[in-house]
């Protein structure tokens, strides 16, 4: 009996692990599916929503002349965040690995994620279709927004010495020692979708995923129409941290008082991008600051956007222009539904896939020539959104 | 001779505990059995490390500690914040210096204000975590010298670096703390206050003690790790609060204090550790790990509370038979 006690946490633990095993096997049998490289283009694979699999934003890198101290000048100030907006554009990169003889097929990659979230489910899958697509083994560890724990994720992988490692950052500012240490380890490394601060941009390959900046500038254009470009907004922010917990505040901000500078920001909040603090803070702003509120950016278009939607409902102030980062299915219903004026175009699956075939790119021997690879640039309305669907998540 | 054996295993049971999860993650978890992936399991123990002995000793004193976690936060925000200023011995005594007052703060409400231990502690979990979202701005610290992290972080002895042997330290000496006439004298405080009152023990003062010292050993925590990743993030010590309560309970330290240990305590961290690392190693998710963490707290918990089922069942008729029964008995190691 007492034996029997003593091994029965094992015995679960072990039943756990063998049911959680199961899943990475099935893709890694799966990547490894005999195919030829040269025979594949993955220019011709397609995204749940019918759209390119595989897309970038060809267009050079320019960035303004960098102030001699941006931190000097005021937030609202767009080249306050110069070091942020325009991370990696101009660095130069150090000790970077050369790719392994015998090209990409059969090499194995590690995907370090962030968190999970339905946009980075999509996000995997995009990036599975061309691994599989190119024989690769993709192998994901998820770090549930934990910094600690990424940073166990980056030891275990250069503990496992894949062919190449790409990384969703839990912190901008944060990851800038792991990404050194993976540099140090000769691994070569792909970030994406968060973008790291400057000086990490070295000990990495390249960045891909979407321009945050230029969207939310876009997205603020959209906005002041909507607005009048007058009046009072707030903005619901993204995880603290998070490089668009700057960009998808600031980017708004800054292009305001630009265009718009009537318009004045009356405040902005944090709130785990989940719906129910979302609600309270929103219902607390409509009560807060009255006829004065007559928009609200949000950072995420599907809990957060919730959230939104039932305080503004409940205060009965279906007035208030909403415009979001997107484009989730619940987003999309909402553009539908008139309920959520604007989103931005931003491919979960294509954001997954482009840094694969990047890391494709490299082990074929290709040299990667941009330090930031963007996703194209876009504004999803009632008037498109059907070119969108089916939502990718 | 099954029963003894039986009596052995239950006795041991966090070190079996250990030696099963190893066993059974080296034969079916891929990399997990080598050298590398040893030394990047006891590096992730050490930053839980310093907060369960902490907590450890505020348990054994028959109270509940839940600030630690901010505590951390707040230290390795401290550290990086001040770095550029005081250099690190600076930095780091100042965290430290933070953490005590934390502890004694909470003592103070404990002891003075006589307020529950866990409503206290909820209170400065509060407020702390508050202070470090004011002091970061919702954003990381960084500091761009990367010279001590290296150290820290640096092979030493095979799998071990002097982050990790710096932990160990700490824990060797709150263990052997308990060998001393003021850890019997914490033990007990935690088991029977009356009785120690009545023996002419101050309380009040052990149970401060003991908050203080979980306050300077979560702050320690938070540091070194701050300082080994050369950053602060706000939500940085959150993450240790499920593992390290989790890691004491499964070590066998009772709620209702006055029985726990130290040893048992690091031992469990590492377990811990080892099991999510090696689930990890199979490509299992965050909530698997999780899922896999509360079972092993479930089993222990259910298996503690069986035992004390039967001591009280066996109590006044055989007492010999409680002695085989208990396998914390010998108190704080």
Redesign the interface.
């Known amino acids: 009996m007492t034996s029997r006690a003593a091994a029965a946490p094992v015995a679960l633990a072990l039943a756990a692990a063998l049911f959680a095993g199961c899943g990475e096997r099935t893709a890694r049998k799966r990547s490894q599916q005999p195919t030829s490289q040269a025979s594949v283009d993955v220019s011709t694979l397609k995204s749940e929503d019918g759209q390119p699999l595989v897309i970038v934003d060809e267009s050079p890198l320019v960035p303004p002349t960098r102030p001699a101290d941006p931190k000097a000048l005021p937030e609202d100030d767009a080249l306050h965040w110069f070091d942020i907006e325009y991370a990696g554009w101009k660095c130069r990169k150090v000790n970077q690995p050369r790719p392994p003889a015998g090209g990409a097929r059969g090499k194995r990659v590690i995907c370090l994620r962030f968190m999970d979230h339905p946009y980075l489910t999509a996000y995997t899958k995009g990036m599975q279709k061309v691994a599989d697509a190119c024989g690769i083994s993709l192998k994901t560890m998820v770090a549930n927004n934990d910094i600690n724990l990424q940073s166990q994720q980056v030891d275990q992988a250069i503990n496992e010495r894949p062919d190449l490692v790409i990384i969703l950052p839990v912190d901008a500012t944060a990851v800038v020692p792991l990404l050194r240490k993976m540099n140090q380890a000769g691994i070569p490394v792909i970030a994406s979708n968060l973008i790291p601060i400057d000086e990490g941009m070295k000990y990495i390959l390249t960045w891909t995923g979407p321009n945050d900046w230029g969207q939310f500038r876009m997205l603020a254009r959209d906005f002041a129409e909507r607005m009048n470009y007058d009046g009072g907004y707030c903005i619901v922010r993204h995880m603290p941290g998070s490089s668009p917990f700057f960009s998808r505040t600031f980017a708004i901000t800054t292009e305001l008082k630009k265009i718009a500078p009537k318009m004045k920001c009356l405040d902005m909040q944090a709130t785990k991008l989940q719906a129910e603090p979302t609600m309270q803070v929103v219902a607390d702003w409509i009560t807060r600051f009255g006829a004065r509120l007559k928009g609200i950016v949000s950072a995420d278009d599907s809990g957060a956007q919730i959230g939104i939607n039932e305080a503004v409902a409940g205060a009965n102030r279906e007035d208030i222009i909403r415009v979001a980062a997107g484009n989730s299915k619940v987003g999309m219903d909402f553009v539908k539904a008139g309920t959520l004026h604007a989103i931005t175009y931003q491919s979960a699956e294509a954001d997954g896939a482009l840094p694969m075939k990047l890391a494709v790119d490299w082990l074929n021997g290709k040299p990667i020539e941009k330090p930031v690879y963007y996703l194209p640039k876009r504004i999803i309305t009632r008037a498109n959104v059907d070119r969108y669907m089916p939502a990718q998540w | 001779m099954r029963r003894r ?3 052995v ?2 006795r041991h ?1 966090i070190w ?2 250990l030696v ?2 190893l066993v ?2 080296a034969a ?4 997990f059995a ?1 050298t ?2 040893f ?2 399991i006891l ?2 123990s050490a ?1 839980h490390l310093p907060a369960a002995v902490g907590l450890t000793l505020v348990m054994i004193a028959g109270h509940l500690d839940l600030s630690f976690g901010s505590g951390m936060s707040w230290a390795g925000m401290v550290a990086i914040g001040l770095q550029p200023r005081l250099g690190w011995p600076g930095a780091v005594a100042v965290a430290l210096t933070s953490g005590a007052l934390l502890g004694l703060a909470n003592g103070a409400l404990v002891t003075r204000a006589r307020v529950n231990s866990f409503i206290a502690t909820l209170g400065t979990l509060t407020v702390v975590q508050g202070m470090v ?1 004011i002091a ?1 701005k ?5 500091v ?1 010298d ?1 010279a001590a ?1 290296d150290w820290l ?1 640096g092979a030493l002895l095979g799998i071990l670096c002097p982050r990790v042997v710096l932990c160990l330290l700490v824990a060797a000496a709150a263990a052997l703390l308990g060998r001393t006439r003021p850890g019997r004298n914490l033990l007990l405080v935690g088991a029977n206050p009356t009785t120690a009152w009545y023996a002419g023990i101050g309380t009040a003062g052990y149970v401060t003690a003991a908050f203080a010292l979980s306050g300077v050993l979560a702050a320690a925590g938070g540091a070194l ?1 701050a300082m080994s ?8 010590g ?3 609060l499920m593992v390290v309560i989790a890691a004491v309970i499964i070590g066998g330290t009772s709620m209702q204090g006055g029985r726990g240990s130290v040893v048992q305590t690091v031992v469990a961290v590492v377990a811990l550790v080892s ?1 999510t ?13 999780l ?2 963490s509360g ?2 707290l479930g ?2 918990v ?2 503690d509370a ?1 035992l004390v089922r039967a001591v009280a069942a066996r109590k006044g008729r055989r007492p010999e038979l409680m002695l085989d029964d208990w396998p914390g008995k010998e108190g704080t190691r």
């Open positions: 054996a039986a009596v295993i239950a049971r079996a505990l099963g999860i059974v993650m079916i978890a891929p990399n080598t590398g992936n030394a990047s590096r992730a930053t979202n970061s919702g954003g990381t610290l960084a761009q990367y992290g972080e790790f990743v050369s950053s602060a993030n706000p939500l940085m959150e993450s240790s099991l690392n090696g689930l990890s190693c199979m490509g299992a998710r965050p909530e698997t790990q899922l896999a079972f092993v089993a222990s259910l298996y069986r």
